[in-house]
């Protein structure tokens, strides 16, 4: 099968996942707080790992360029986030009602996406295997990713369908990127290690700025690190067996 | 040298470092709850850091019992937390709450240094470069962990001294440990990938349930976030020179 074909369609697997995570809601109207600090917590770990795993993966060819990417791609999350004024967003928050905070919820969204979508095309062009894995894991974690951000929007009083669609949408950004990522460093191979740094800086960054805090506030610290730690020893055990 | 004398040198050296975190004390009195939240962001980007490496050297000997090793390092912080949040202890003139809590961090500390001393005897048995790599690994992120603690002692009026001796002290079980470690790896080799676990189960735990949310609870989000980034793609690259 056409690479590219295979990039397509894994990252489509990752974006489509989100709306799995409109499913728990299906049932109750909102979800107890310390839910979603779990949630958030999964999500964190499991990214974690998967960064993790993408960076043992590249580790030979990365040393100053996956450096210096990975200060760029911190760099940009930190700026678009500061543009955008939502540097101190908080992302969970289930009484504001403000337009403003709708929009602003769903780009963050979007751009978090788009890091997962170099990162999966950074795994591709590693190795087709990884690119695999990358996007599973991925597509697992925008599961309870997605789940907050329905319950965020639920609270608004979206229709929940309306949430799902709009959590599926935010993660188009990660096929877009994903394709292009994965077409570019195919055109210039030397591309590679800044990509791969870029996608982990970003990744890393997005996780400790966001679904992180939030969920210490939201669940007590000792079950918040147990799921993010748990979580991240299932992926990295999961790669050491499949890969 | 005698390898047991230098292996108990490697992991003096670490604990050492550790009392380096005191320096910043000698130019100034007091670090702000922002300081310590700063110290402590950092502390868990090397950390982090430093449990990818430690993972990578572990998982080539073996993933299972890597993983196995590190679910008994998290087991262990926990127990140890569970068992100090029993005792109401007063701490030198501190008192009580602040006490309970600085006395909290030493012991977590101390105790999460056992696993680390573990993993630096451990990881002679995988050859000087691997012994190495993890020495200054640790040792690194020692600082940090001498910046936290002298960070909470200073202000309550311990001389920079004494904050570097409580720093050093936290992180005695290292060359204790060590020795043994190495001991019993020699004679057991399928030990390393247990006890490199361990040491990076109880790392990252460390960080999850202790570091990271005091830095959340002092400072700025982006910031914390920016500094333990920044400290794990540095502490990565660090590692690739070793």
């Known amino acids: 099968m056409n690479p590219t074909i295979t990039v397509l369609i894994y990252s489509s697997i990752a974006a489509a996942s989100a709306a799995l995570g409109a499913i728990p809601l299906r049932w109750r109207d909102s ?22 795993v993408i960076v043992v993966a590249g580790l030979n060819r990365m040393v100053w360029a996956g450096a210096t990417g990975a200060f760029l791609g911190i760099g940009f999350i930190y700026w678009t986030h500061l543009i955008a004024h939502t540097e101190d967003i908080d992302l969970n928050k289930l009484d504001e009602t403000g337009p403003e905070y709708g929009y602003q919820v769903l780009l963050v969204q979007s751009l978090h996406s788009a890091s997962e979508g170099v990162a999966i095309g950074v795994a591709m062009s590693l190795n087709i295997g990884l690119g695999v894995f990358a996007a599973i894991a991925f597509a697992v974690h925008n599961v309870p990713e997605a789940t907050v951000l329905c319950a965020v929007l639920r609270a608004r009083g979206i229709r929940l369908r309306d949430a799902a669609g709009l959590a599926v949408m935010t993660n188009l950004s990660l096929i877009l990127l994903a394709i292009v990522t994965f077409a570019l460093i195919t055109a210039m191979p030397l591309l590679l290690p800044w990509a791969l740094g870029f996608a982990m800086g970003a990744l890393v960054y997005l996780v400790m700025v966001e679904p992180l805090p939030e969920s210490y506030r939201q669940a007590g610290n000792t079950s918040i690190a147990l799921v993010t730690s748990v979580a991240m020893g299932i992926v990295v055990l999961l790669n050491g067996f499949l890969l | 040298m005698h390898p047991v004398a230098l292996v108990f040198a490697y992991g003096l050296l670490t604990a050492l470092a550790t009392g380096l975190g005191a320096l910043p004390f000698a130019f100034v009195r007091t670090v702000s709850p922002k300081g310590v939240a700063y110290a402590n962001a950092v502390a868990s980007g090397l950390m982090l850091g430093a449990c990818f490496g430690l993972l990578v050297e572990g998982t080539e000997s073996g993933t299972w019992p890597t993983i196995i090793g590190a679910n008994l390092g998290i087991l262990f912080i926990l127990a140890a937390q569970q068992i100090l949040l029993r005792f109401n202890v007063s701490f030198g003139s501190l008192g009580s709450v602040a006490a309970r809590r600085t006395l909290l961090m030493i012991v977590v500390m101390t105790v999460h240094s056992f696993s680390e001393g573990v993993a630096v005897g451990a990881s002679f048995g ?28 200073r202000p309550r009026g311990v001389s920079v001294i004494g904050c570097a001796g409580w720093s050093v002290f936290s992180s005695l079980p290292q060359p204790l440990m060590a020795v043994p470690a190495y001991l019993f790896v020699d004679a057991f080799a399928p030990a390393l990938p247990y006890g490199i676990g361990f040491a990076a189960g109880a790392m990252v735990l460390m960080v999850f349930v202790e570091l990271l949310p005091e830095a959340y609870g002092q400072a700025r989000r982006r910031t914390v976030a920016l500094l333990v980034s920044v400290s794990l793609a540095a502490m990565i690259l660090f590692q690739r020179f070793l």
């Open chain 1, 31 to 52: 979800i107890p707080t310390a839910w979603i600090g779990w949630a958030n917590a999964l999500a964190a770990g499991l990214m974690l790992g998967t960064a993790y």
């Open chain 2, 126 to 153: 995988g050859g000087m470069t691997l012994a190495t790599l993890i020495t200054v690994a640790i040792a690194v992120h020692n600082i940090p962990e001498g910046l936290a603690i002298s960070a909470v002692l």
